[in-house]
């Protein structure tokens, strides 16, 4: 998985409490991603990083939050977990964004099953 | 905004056989479109990428095309082995300046 890590790898919680999730890469690339993946809807971006401290939104940040202070570390907060936030969470990794070739490959992590009872 | 579909959810094929995916987007069309494999358990894996102005790409047993009048890009896996069987998906840019818009997926089962 291309020295990505994500943890922890399964977790059970309850409604409201929060949740963050930790995505570690030993790659040193710009471009760090949180998606869900469901069924029937594929993965769907929730944020992105461009770098130290700058995140911007996807398609479903709804009711998440993330922060990025090192190169390394993208962090995915659930402030208040609902049964709607169940899921598979995968972090992904780029070089580069929309550069237009190769190196807008993304790498993924393991992913995190995630269920909020 | 950007959609893609696959042709089918699940794809059943024998073995030796050639097996075809197909995704098709619905407005923008994409510079450049991707195919990852993703296993069970498992994040999806890079395998292709072709650009618009490649009608096709070859990477050992798999080819890639793709077709912007149609909107669409075939996959094609041949002399397929029970080892292919994943789920596959096709990603694309949303847009300009959008993020990527990856596709539900088809899970393709080759049989023995």
């Known amino acids: 998985d291309a020295g990505i890590t994500q943890s922890p790898r399964h977790k059970v919680t309850e409604t409201g409490t929060p949740v963050t999730l930790r995505c570690h890469q030993t790659?040193?690339?710009?471009?760090m991603y949180w998606y869900r993946q469901d069924p029937g809807h594929g993965l769907r971006l929730i944020h992105y990083?461009?770098?130290?401290?700058?995140?911007d939104k996807g398609e479903v940040s709804d009711g998440y939050s993330v922060s990025r202070s090192k190169t390394e570390d993208f962090l995915l907060t659930l402030e208040s977990a609902t049964s709607s936030q169940t899921s598979v969470y995968f972090c992904?990794?780029?070089?580069?964004?929309?550069?237009?070739?190769?190196?807008?490959?993304?790498?993924f992590g393991p992913g995190t099953r995630l269920t909020v009872l | 905004s950007q959609k893609i579909e696959q042709n089918s959810e699940a794809l059943n094929i024998q073995e030796g056989k050639t097996a075809t995916l197909t995704c098709n987007y619905t407005?923008?069309?994409?510079?450049?479109l991707q195919w990852y494999r993703q296993d069970p358990g498992r994040g999806p894996v890079f395998l292709l990428l072709?650009?618009?102005?490649?009608k096709e790409k070859r990477k050992e047993r798999l080819k890639v095309t793709f077709d912007t009048t149609l909107k669409q890009s075939l996959f094609h896996i041949t002399a397929s082995q029970p080892a292919d069987s994943a789920t596959y998906l096709c990603a694309t840019p949303a847009g300009y300046g959008q993020n990527f818009v990856f596709g539900p997926g088809t899970r393709l089962s080759v049989l023995p």
């Open positions: 990083s461009y770098g130290v401290k700058d995140t």
């Open positions: 790659e040193n690339h710009r471009y």
């Open positions: 992904a990794i780029s070089e580069s964004r929309l550069a237009g070739g190769s190196t807008d490959t993304q790498y």
């Open positions: 072709i650009r618009e102005n490649e």
């Open positions: 407005n923008y069309s994409p510079a450049y």
